[in-house]
Every structure is written in structure tokens, then in C-alpha cells.
């Protein structure tokens, strides 16, 4: 379980202030309502008036894949379990889950939001393990 | 109506750019329908996912004075779009004959498909982002939606299976289909993983080729060469859902609202139709789009596709020319061409027996743009 590279642009910036820090950045109104930290304006009113909220960190299974890497000569082949959950403030996340077995997913399974690097020189990324864990 | 239909020979087909194949495509369009390609006065371009592809087509053409000519993306859902365009077009004076054309050539003989649809994205911003987390390309977001589908209905991947063995067995009817040896169900469970659950043959080819249509008027078409296609209804439905909260995500398409609709235009009921010709960039794809289009009951997509309704000789006429899973992969434009071949009655080993009626779907980015059409051989459906 390995997430991939990734660096900053000036539209993710701040979101990437947030994961150095331990942090999943949302976009927030002023009436409160969630959005996905991409959006420019409120999914919910579309205002445009939007500030970073942290995420709570909890989260519940939506749907999983599963994706099965060539392995490279001598080496295993990774599987990793990619899932779509929903965060406890309402948007959706696409990401990878940590340290279950697919055979062991249920819809609504708890979830908890954590981070990898694949090495200091790239971003920190979001990515799920099971709640509790 | 659809006058004219052009298609270059399709899939791994080396040396053309996809300007080329483009060029290529309207003037087998033209000659297709019988007319010079001078008298060509409007043209819709697309392109796929490696472009190159603009209003510089009208250029190669060496076409002059054109009275309509833009550029359209909406992903899959485009060449639907583009003939809806053409025909607001014809029938309001706008342009008379319009060349729509959509060509693409991912395919090199030194990579696979995977370096073409998984890499295009810088690792960086946003979507860096998505595919450091380890969603690349589209074959994990569909399996996201399949297997919420299959969480939510009880849905299978061996009943997966039955839609791309249908489609094999009419697919091997097909001169132009790039697959044509028949496969099982379980050849189908057998293949690889892809990204579970979908295996290595529910996902659909990579082609090189272009196709073109000449839309026009019934009254223009009168003194041209092929037997009349008419488009009777159309509509689209562009969800703007793309990574969102999305309770409908796998559940329910854009087919759902513009199906009835293109359908209620045309004056045609889903009972009504001869052949269906469905986008299939996945197996899955078909059986959402079946279930919005009230084939069978929400739901109800599995058992529907597994009681043998699509084979060849089932109840069901559906991707005739083995569509996108076996046949060729054009985009909008896979479907459109097997249901103009089809309506024509030029299908010749595969042909339908009842063709009046053909419903056609586009669907782009990941089940986020829909376009239905409804072709006809008869001006108004009877």
C-alpha cells in the first residue's frame, strides 16, 4: 500500500498546508454547509464565500475496487483496496483504505482519515484505515 | 436525417494522425451519401483522448465559405450532441449539409492502452492528487460504480459476463469488429482483473480510425444515395456530479431523464425499439443504461442481461456490431455507426430483422454526460 507522488499547485496549496499538518481540508460557508475542497463555490448554496475547515476525520464505506499491480520481477503484486467514502461533514473522498481485506468491506463500515508520503520531497496524501485501527 | 456515414478502417491502424483519419472520415461521409464534399456547408469536429483534432479540419478539407463550423467536447456524450446540433442546424436554415466527425489515435505499436488512458495527468493540483491516492484513469471509477451497483442490487460480475458474450457472438458478425472469436461467460470470469470487480473483458478495446456523418434535411437527402436515417428525438443529460457527493453514483445515469425524454420526442415508446445500440465502455455501462432506459426495472439489470435476451436471436437487438467491447472504440460515434448501418438494413450477416427503430446513448467522463438519439427509417415512427 503505496501512494504515488504528487506536488503543489497554487489552487492546492493551502489543502497541502493542511496534510503536512494532519489535516483534511474542506471548503466551509458561512451557513456552515461542506463542500469538497476543490469547489469554488458552495455545493450546497453556492455562495463563493468559502474558508478551510478541518475535517472531523471520520468517514463511512461508500464503494471499494481493487486494484492488483504487475508486480515487478521477484517482488509480490500489491493489492490495493481504492474506496469512495463519505466523511462525517458530507462530501465524498476517492482514496486508498489501509490495512483491510476486501473480503471484509461492508457499506457504512467506519472509517478514519489518515496520511503517506511516498518520500519528503512529495506532498502528503489522505488515505482511509479502518476506525479503531 | 443522417445522409451519410464514413468510417475509416479501425483499430490498430498505424501511421495517421488523427487529423487524418478526420479528413479521412468526411469524405468517405460525403461520397457515402452521394455528394460532392463541396457542398458541405457546415462542420461539428471532435476528438478523443489524444486531440488534435480542431476547426483547422475545414482547412485539410479545403472546404470554403462554411456557414457552421465549431469544435464540441462533452466526452462520450459528443457525437450524439453533434448530430443533435446539426440537425437544430439543417432545420432551422442555419447550414443545410453538416459534416460531424469525431477520430482518434491513442494507439502506437510500441505501447499498451494502459500508457495512453492512465497517464495523462501531470502530478500535480488536484488530479495529481486523485491519482497519488490511487484512482488512475477511468477503470477505477467505474469500478467504484459497478460494485455499488452490485452492493445495492445484488448485482454480479458472471451476470457482467452475459453482456460481453452477447456482444462477442454479434461482434463476430461484424467485418470491422477488432474481436470476433466467441468467448464464454466463463472465458469472461476467467480473464484478468482489471481493477475488481471488473475483469480484462468487461472493459471496452482502444482503437485508432475516424467516422463521420452528414446530416441534413429530408428534403436535401431526397435525390442522395442511401436509404433515409431520421433523427426523431434527442435530449442530454450532464449530471455535474464528477467527484461529489453523489447518491445516485452507480445507480442511476443521465440515460434516466434524456432516454424518456429523447423517446417522448420521437413519439416512441421503449417497447418500440428495434435496435438498441448503447454505449459500452464497460459492460456495466450497458446494464445501467438498460435499466434507465425502462428495459427492465431498476435493479433488475442482472437477471435482465443473464436470461439471454441479448444474444443474438434474444429479444433484445443490442450492440449489433459488437460495440465497443469487441467491435471498435469511437467513442459516441461506435453506437451512432452501428444504428445508422442498422435502420439502413446494410448489417448484412448481423442485420436486424425489424430495424424502423434504433435508440442510440453516448455517455462521457464517468456516467456524468448523457446523450440519447432515436433514429428511424420512417419520418415519423409509426
Known amino acids: 500500500m503505496t501512494v504515488g507522488p504528487v506536488i503543489r499547485d497554487e489552487a492546492t496549496a493551502e489543502f497541502f498546508d493542511g496534510t503536512a499538518a494532519g489535516q483534511l481540508l474542506l471548503r466551509c460557508c458561512p451557513a456552515a454547509h461542506y463542500s469538497e475542497p476543490a469547489a469554488a463555490q458552495c455545493t450546497t448554496c453556492g455562495v463563493t464565500e468559502l474558508h478551510w475547515a478541518p475535517a472531523a476525520g471520520g468517514a463511512a464505506l461508500v464503494s471499494w475496487a481493487v486494484t492488483d499491480a504487475k508486480a515487478a520481477a521477484g517482488e509480490q503484486s500489491k493489492r490495493t483496496v481504492l474506496v469512495i467514502a463519505e466523511l462525517d461533514e458530507g462530501p465524498w473522498w476517492w482514496s486508498q483504505l489501509d490495512g483491510a481485506d476486501a473480503d471484509d468491506l461492508a457499506v457504512g463500515l467506519r472509517l478514519r482519515v489518515t496520511f503517506r508520503r511516498p518520500s519528503d520531497e512529495y506532498e502528503a496524501v489522505p488515505v482511509f484505515v479502518l476506525a479503531g485501527s | 436525417m443522417i445522409a451519410g456515414l ?33 457542398e458541405v456547408d457546415g462542420l461539428l469536429t471532435s476528438s478523443g483522448v489524444t486531440g488534435g483534432i480542431s476547426v483547422d479540419l475545414q482547412r485539410d478539407l479545403g472546404l470554403t465559405d462554411l456557414r457552421l463550423l465549431s469544435h464540441l467536447q462533452a466526452y462520450g456524450s459528443t457525437a450524439g450532441a453533434m448530430i443533435q446540433f446539426a440537425s437544430l442546424a439543417v432545420m432551422s436554415g442555419t447550414a443545410s449539409v453538416v459534416a460531424c466527425v469525431f477520430a482518434d489515435s491513442p494507439l502506437r505499436p510500441e505501447r499498451g492502452a494502459s500508457a495512453i488512458y492512465g497517464t495523462r495527468h501531470a502530478p500535480a493540483g488536484w488530479w495529481g492528487l486523485l491519482g497519488a491516492s490511487g484512482v488512475i484513469g477511468a477503470n477505477p471509477m467505474y469500478a467504484l460504480a459497478a460494485r455499488r451497483h452490485m452492493l445495492r442490487y445484488g448485482t454480479t460480475s458472471e451476470q457482467l459476463g452475459h453482456i460481453a458474450v452477447a456482444q462477442r457472438a454479434w461482434a463476430s458478425m461484424n467485418p470491422a469488429a477488432q474481436l470476433r472469436d466467441p468467448i464464454t461467460v466463463a472465458d469472461h470470469q476467467a480473464s484478468r482483473w482489471i481493477v475488481e470487480p471488473f475483469h480484462l473483458l468487461d472493459c471496452c478495446l482502444v482503437s485508432n480510425g475516424g467516422i463521420a456523418v452528414i446530416v ?113 472504440y469511437m467513442w459516441g460515434m461506435t453506437p451512432v455507426s452501428e444504428a445508422v448501418i442498422q435502420v439502413r438494413g446494410q448489417g448484412g450477416a448481423r442485420q436486424a430483422e425489424a430495424h424502423e427503430i434504433a435508440l442510440v446513448s453516448g455517455n462521457g467522463g464517468v456516467l456524468d454526460h448523457h446523450c440519447t438519439l432515436v433514429l428511424s427509417s420512417d419520418r415519423e415512427a409509426s
Open chain 2, 216 to 328: 441534413t434535411t429530408a428534403e436535401r437527402a431526397a435525390g442522395m444515395a442511401q436509404p433515409p436515417v431520421h433523427v426523431l428525438g434527442w435530449a442530454q443529460s450532464h449530471r455535474g456530479r464528477y467527484l461529489r457527493r453523489d447518491p445516485d453514483f452507480g445507480l442511476r445515469s443521465g440515460a434516466a431523464s434524456a432516454g424518456p425524454a429523447a423517446m417522448a420526442m420521437a413519439g416512441i415508446l421503449v417497447t418500440d425499439v428495434d435496435v438498441a445500440e448503447l454505449y459500452d465502455c464497460y459492460t456495466f455501462t450497458v446494464l445501467l443504461t438498460l435499466e434507465d432506459y425502462g428495459f427492465c426495472a431498476k435493479g433488475e439489470g442482472g437477471p435482465f442481461v443473464a436470461s439471454g435476451v441479448l444474444r443474438p436471436g434474444g429479444k433484445l437487438r443490442l450492440n449489433t456490431g459488437g460495440g465497443q467491447l469487441s467491435g471498435y
Open chain 2, 6 to 38: 464514413g468510417m475509416t478502417r479501425l483499430g490498430k491502424v498505424y501511421g495517421p494522425s488523427s487529423a487524418q483519419f478526420a479528413a479521412d472520415a468526411v469524405r468517405l461521409a460525403a461520397a457515402d451519401a452521394g455528394l460532392r464534399l463541396a
